[in-house]
Structures are given as C-alpha cells and as structure tokens.
C-alpha cells in the first residue's frame, strides 16, 4: 500500500509541475507576443520531478519502515520465528 501512495504522489507531482510550467511558459509568450499554440509543455522537467518524488519517498519508506522482518524457520512441519 504504502508503494502504490508513493508511486501515486510521484506522478501528481509530475503532472503538477508539467503543468505549472505550461501555464508559466504560456503567460511568458503571451507577455513577449508570441502566439500561445507554440509552447510546449517541459515533459523533462516533470519527468525529473517524478523520479525525484518517487526517490524521495522510497528512501523515506525505508528509512521509517518497521524492522520486523524475521526469517522463519520450519521444525517438525510447523513453523518458528
């Protein structure tokens, strides 16, 4: 559960800040007179978000996750922690 919020949140972050940029590049050609069809969105720039964000969060959820993984053994069928 807690990849899935981590992946989810790198693309919203991605997808906000590709569109950040579209509106920020279409206001600059606006103000320069340039037609507002010509800009392009900076897919680079989200695409880094994302893969920063999603870093982020996997060093911070290995970081806080529980250390509660113990091997279990198997003696006489039946399970031993």
């Known amino acids: ?5 981590i992946i989810l949140s790198a693309l919203g972050a991605a997808i906000l800040v590709m569109s950040f940029l579209k509106s ?25 978000v994302a893969i920063l964000v999603f870093a982020v969060g996997v060093l911070c959820w290995n970081v806080t996750a529980p250390r ?3 091997f279990i053994r198997l003696h006489a069928s039946k399970m031993v922690p």
């Open 68 to 70: 509660r993984t113990a």
């Open 24 to 48: 920020w590049q279409i206001r600059i050609a606006r103000r320069a007179g340039i037609s507002p069809e010509t800009v392009g969105a900076n897919y680079v720039v989200g695409a880094l």
């Open 1 to 5: 559960m807690r990849a899935l919020i």
